[in-house]
């Protein structure tokens, strides 16, 4: 899809409505620049607050993935409380992690 857009004072571009209907863009996010050899990249910046960066970095991505994985795969054990959990993970041979 190619859509013409107009260069207005102080540079700044309308995103067409008809882009606007297909990304999911709100009035006042951030937007990247990237130049590129065709011309300029505009990709969507996702705002994420202090306490909420670790959720998005690529070591909680990959440990996600993997207890995904354990629990397609039926490597999982099921407790009724959280004393049950905590129990259960202090039991000999349970793999220890760090």
Not at 2 to 27: C, M, S
Request: charged letters at 35%; a positive charge.
């Amino acid at each position: 899809m190619t859509t013409k857009a107009r260069i207005r004072r102080k540079f700044q571009v309308t995103i067409p409505e008809e882009v606007r209907e297909k990304y999911p863009l709100e009035e006042g996010q951030y937007v990247n620049l990237e130049p590129t050899p065709q011309g300029i990249l505009i990709t969507a910046v996702r705002e994420v607050g202090p306490d909420q960066a670790w959720f998005w970095s690529p070591r909680w991505a990959a440990e996600e993935q993997k207890a995904d994985a354990d629990f397609r795969s039926g490597r999982f054990t099921e407790a009724g409380s959280a004393d049950e959990a905590i129990q259960q993970l202090k039991k000999p041979g349970t793999p220890k992690r760090r």
